[in-house]
């Protein structure tokens, strides 16, 4: 049995090319005892792989030159020498770019099926919907509002004109752009915009 994988072949600049990837094709090996093999279904391609392909310092290691790229995946357990994982069985892991994965069923999440469709846990029931939900009730702690406007008014943002204002000020006075926009008792305010980088100071440089 042939496993397709895409590895990364070198670190890009700006957007990733073709020639980021290299195809690979190899035999699937037999599995050990306590491991898994798992036919993937689906591959999600999240706005984070673009930073793992930086060899720079982040919450996470960088992806190796001629590692397969890293990404999570969902999929079917097509052999198991594993007790805890039945052939059959739906997983979601990180398997990366490829067809197949083997692991030892360390970190690996069963999903069911009936509860939603495999996409679904990529998503809304994967590692960005974790993200999302953690992030406001853990970490952002969000609370229950305690003030209400008494006097408000409905407004339409025209979003393709306040675009078109901020790049023009970007460029001809960054230093004093303000917008009014209604706060939380529904009174205009006005808020001035700077522009700052979040950017690594190395790829700031260089970008």
């Avoid at 805890?84 to 099926?113: L, M, P, S």
Wanted: proline share 5%.
């Amino acid at each position: 049995m042939q496993n397709r994988q895409f590895r990364l072949a070198k670190r890009p600049f700006g957007l990733p090319t073709r020639d980021t990837w290299e195809q690979t094709t190899e035999e699937v090996r037999e599995i050990l005892e306590g491991e898994i093999l798992v036919k993937i279904n689906y591959i999600s391609l999240d706005p984070a792989m673009r930073g793992w392909m930086n060899d720079a310092k982040s919450y996470i290691a960088p992806v190796g030159i001629g590692e397969v790229m890293r990404a999570d995946t969902v999929g079917e357990v097509i052999a198991s020498k594993n007790p805890h994982f039945a052939v059959g069985e739906y997983v979601n892991y990180a398997f990366g770019t490829q067809e197949y994965g083997i692991c030892n069923g360390k970190g690996v999440r069963k999903i069911d099926v009936n509860l939603a469709e495999l996409p679904i846990y990529l998503g809304a029931l994967g590692m960005a919907g974790m993200t999302a939900y953690f992030g406001i009730l853990n970490v952002g702690k969000a609370a229950t509002r305690t003030n209400f406007p008494t006097n408000f008014k409905l407004f339409d943002a025209n979003l393709s004109e306040m675009q078109a204002y901020l790049n023009s000020s970007l460029r001809t006075n960054p230093s004093s752009i303000v917008l009014s926009l209604p706060n939380a008792e529904g009174a205009i305010e006005e808020f001035e915009i700077k522009e700052a980088s979040n950017f690594d100071p190395q790829l700031q440089s260089t970008f």
